[in-house]
């Protein structure tokens, strides 16, 4: 069994008198493709806001490659080799796609030379067949560009673990058809993935491991095939 | 010397200023901590309704209060234009945030020197028969124009608890201030919602303007040493928080008093200034947050 | 733009100010002149944190006196020479600036502008009960006597403002064309994206409020000199606190050369217009202008020129 890349151990995370997380714990392994699923307000993007350091927990450690970064902000994390992408893109508007992707470059990816910065993010816009857009502003992308760009901006941070935060919501399954192949891609350049979805299919396709969040609690782990015959689960997203 | 007598005689007098305190805040409470819109203009509207006081009463020989009571839907319709014209530039595009605030303090900066051009530099007083006389009770001294303030002003706070606990407008602007994405699924519409609530937080400026004139004279630029305050009572009372807002607002009158009390009146000023950072630094959900 | 050019532009606005004494008799053009490049220094200096980095600072005043005095009182105590004013002004400007920003930046940009918003009515306290300085009333500074090449201190001090200014442009070109700017850019379109990936933005922004706290307090070193006399009420004038910002808005906020437009047409417009309107409707006219232009040209003059010029290219 290989090394955990990322350890999550009994992270809680109260929001005033509500627990959006309750003594969560999980193991992603160095290369794996982990699933993350859960109905709406089950605390799956609280939990990936804890790992990235958006928020933090208030008891629980979060260890990366063998050391805690519970207490780390964000930009560290990053720099580590956490990178996420957020449901609701957040592009930096004034800036075209290609200087979008420079900002990660210049800051959080320790091993690309000043002078290979903006080589590197034409490389990673053909890798995500966005290179005829690169000098368009953000505004003037459709949907799919949007996430497209959103996956690229984080893969420019140069990441060991790529926490994907329901990057295709809201995308046509052709859409989906079209994104998948670019994550196995990334994950088979040894790249560990998160992928938080609620497009079953996707999801189902995609992870070699899931976890299911429910009202803050971790219900059940296991590979998709087990998950699926889960009764738990089945409970979770049906209702009793 | 520290006499017992002048001890009692400054927490009173804070409890009085803090009532009033309390009534210029409001608005701030209800603007920025419920609706986060950051009017720092609110004292400006405070002044704007002192000379309103200030003129009728001149002019008419109207009394204050009812003056300021008269003006309260005049303002509720000023802050209606105000929040759709913020609205349409500013909130709709996402741009509140630097522009916003440059744009209320445009408006603030005009109002001040518009006052200053029609008025002039010179302080100006209303009269009525309340100001000037004292109640006595053993050796505290209660000024009537402090009293009638702070008891108006407590009077206020509960009218706008009520009205934001009991009807429905009320009770749709505490849903806006959770969440207004929720809101607009369920078919209301948020923005309409909103442009009642900031004109209710203009309105509440009338009345605090009438009582800024009735303790003492203003002057045009006066609006400035409230900005401090009024901030800093909507953040320690919690951002939103009606009852807070007035508790806040005492304990600020109580500490403003004590300080002027014992280290001169000038050193007043900056109590606010110094509690806001405090607040900031060690507590930013205030006193009494949720 | 080309490395070398923004030095040339330098080195030429500089000689011009030189060549300028020598030819220039009217003593009124250099008092003019030191306004309009102080302005300069102020609104540039206001950019670096508002338009680079989007937090508004309405406390320009309060830096800008803190600045002043801490000049006034190296003359009182030590008779410092004016360099040794403007880096102590600066430097305690600056100082102020990283303690409002430790203490307001880690929490949302509107609790900073709050802030800025009452400290320099409380600075103003302070100063009108400090003795030393001559309290309310003020104090008295006398002017050095002249030496060559200049044949007045007035016309050396108008030639200082305009170094200071030509330096604070030079450091807001560096930052805006450095990774430093890139990343106040990325805060300022979204600071949650930008600390995830990888941007400092605590450390940056209180950078940002560091390096435009100094030049404010620079700008105000040379002021007793100016004035010669220093006192509370002129020193945190309402004036640097909105032209500052309505320069910059006015003239466009995302690059250096915005500031520099604003402030050259709002200052020289307020020059000539005291001498026929009084200094409040001058400062009406200011405040309707900003808000006109914040509500209905965002991007600022230089933003109006690009958007002319792209229409006509495509």
Not at chain 2, 67 to 87: H, M
Not at chain 2, 146 to 173: D, E, H, K, N, Q
Request: proline content about 4%; some cysteine.
């Amino acid at each position: 069994m290989a090394a955990s890349l990322l350890e999550v151990r009994d992270v809680t995370k109260r929001f005033g008198g509500f627990r959006a997380l309750n003594g969560v714990s999980l193991d992603v392994r160095e290369g794996e493709r982990f699933g993350l699923i859960g109905p709406n307000g089950s605390g799956k993007t609280t939990l990936i806001n804890c790992i990235s350091g958006a928020l933090r927990n208030e008891s629980g450690r979060i260890s990366f490659r063998g050391c805690d970064v519970t207490r780390l902000p964000a930009h560290q994390r990053t720099r580590l080799g956490i990178a996420r992408s957020f449901q609701i893109p957040k592009p930096f508007t004034s800036m075209t796609v290609l200087e979008n992707l420079c900002i990660p470059l210049e800051y959080a990816a320790r091993d690309v030379a000043r002078a290979d910065v903006v080589d590197e993010a034409m490389a990673i816009l053909r890798r995500m067949s966005l290179e005829d857009k690169a000098s368009l502003l953000p505004g003037r992308l459709t949907q799919v560009d949007m996430r497209r760009l959103e996956l690229a901006r984080a893969m420019a941070a140069k990441p060991r673990l790529l926490i994907s935060d329901e990057a295709m919501a809201g995308l046509s399954s052709a859409e989906v058809d079209a994104l998948l192949p670019i994550l196995f891609a990334l994950n088979e350049q040894g790249i560990t993935i998160i992928m938080i979805e609620h497009i079953m299919r996707a999801v189902m396709r995609f992870s070699e491991r899931i976890a299911v969040l429910d009202a803050g609690e971790k219900i059940a782990e296991g590979p998709p095939d087990e998950i699926v015959k889960n009764k738990d689960v089945e409970r979770a997203y049906l209702g009793e | 010397m520290l006499s017992l007598d002048l001890l009692l005689n400054a927490i009173v007098a804070g409890i009085l200023l803090g009532g009033f305190y309390a009534a210029v805040s409001l608005g701030i409470s209800v603007a920025f901590g419920l609706l986060d819109i950051v009017n720092i203009a609110h004292p400006v509207f405070v002044v704007l309704g002192s000379y309103i006081a200030y003129a009728l009463n001149s002019a008419l020989g109207l009394d204050p209060l009812l003056t300021g009571l008269l003006g309260v839907p005049v303002f509720f319709a000023l802050g209606v234009v105000v929040y759709r014209l913020y609205y349409a530039s500013f909130e709709k595009t996402g741009e509140e945030s630097l522009r916003g605030l440059v744009f209320f303090f445009g408006l603030l900066f005009i109002i001040e020197v518009a006052l200053l051009l029609v008025y002039g530099v010179d302080y100006r007083m209303v009269e009525a028969a309340y100001i000037g006389d004292s109640l006595h009770i053993g050796s505290v001294g209660i000024a009537l124009r402090l009293l009638v303030p702070c008891l108006v002003g407590i009077g206020m706070t509960v009218a706008l608890y009520l009205v934001l606990s009991r009807t429905f407008w009320g009770r749709a602007i505490m849903a806006v201030s959770q969440d207004s994405q929720a809101l607009r699924l369920m078919g209301a519409n948020p923005v309409r919602i909103k442009t009642i609530a900031f004109g209710l937080s203009i309105a509440t400026a009338s009345l605090a303007g009438a009582l800024l004139i009735v303790i003492g004279p203003v002057e045009p630029s006066i609006g400035r040493e409230y900005i401090g305050r009024v901030f800093a009572i909507a953040v320690l009372g919690g951002m939103g928080s009606i009852g807070g807002t007035l508790a806040a607002g005492l304990i600020l009158g109580v500490v403003e008093t004590f300080t002027a009390t014992y280290y001169g009146p000038s050193w007043a000023l900056a109590v606010s200034f110094g509690i806001l950072l405090v607040v900031l630094a060690v507590r930013p959900a205030g006193l009494f947050g949720r | 733009m080309k490395k070398g050019l923004p030095l040339l532009i330098a080195v030429g606005v500089l000689l011009a100010a030189l060549v300028a004494t020598r030819l220039v008799g009217n003593r009124y053009l250099y008092f003019a002149g030191y306004v309009i490049f102080q302005y300069v220094v102020l609104a540039t200096a206001w950019n670096i944190l508002g338009g680079y980095t989007g937090y508004v600072n309405f406390g320009t005043a309060g830096f800008f006196a803190l600045g002043a005095y801490t000049a006034t009182v190296l003359i009182l105590a030590f008779k410092a020479p004016l360099p040794v004013q403007i880096v102590a002004g600066g430097l305690v400007s600056a100082v102020l600036g990283l303690g409002i920003g430790y203490l307001t930046l880690r929490l949302r940009g509107v609790f900073f502008s709050i802030a800025t918003l009452a400290l320099a009515l409380v600075l103003q306290t302070f100063v009108m009960n400090w003795e030393y300085v001559g309290g309310a009333k003020g104090v008295s500074i006398i002017r050095p006597a002249a030496f060559p090449p200049f044949a007045s201190y007035v016309e050396f001090l108008f030639f200082v403002m305009a170094a200071l200014a030509v330096v604070s442009a030079m450091a807001a070109w560096w930052i805006e064309n450095s990774w430093v700017g890139r990343g106040l850019a990325a805060i300022r379109d979204n600071e949650e994206a930008a600390e995830c990936m990888g941007v400092p933005t605590l450390r940056l922004k209180l950078l940002a409020t560091v390096v435009s706290g100094c030049f404010m307090g620079v700008a105000g070193a040379p002021f007793p000199y100016y004035v010669t006399l220093v006192e509370p009420v002129s020193a945190f004038s309402l004036d640097y606190a909105v032209n500052s910002l309505a320069m910059p808005m006015i003239g466009g906020t995302t690059t250096w050369i915005g500031p520099i437009v604003g402030a050259i047409l709002l200052s020289t417009a307020q020059q000539v217009a005291t001498v026929t309107i009084s200094s409040e409707l001058n400062l009406l006219i200011v405040g309707i202008v900003l808000v006109a232009f914040v509500l209905l040209a965002p991007q600022g003059i230089v933003g109006l020129v690009q958007r002319l010029a792209g229409r006509r290219r495509a």
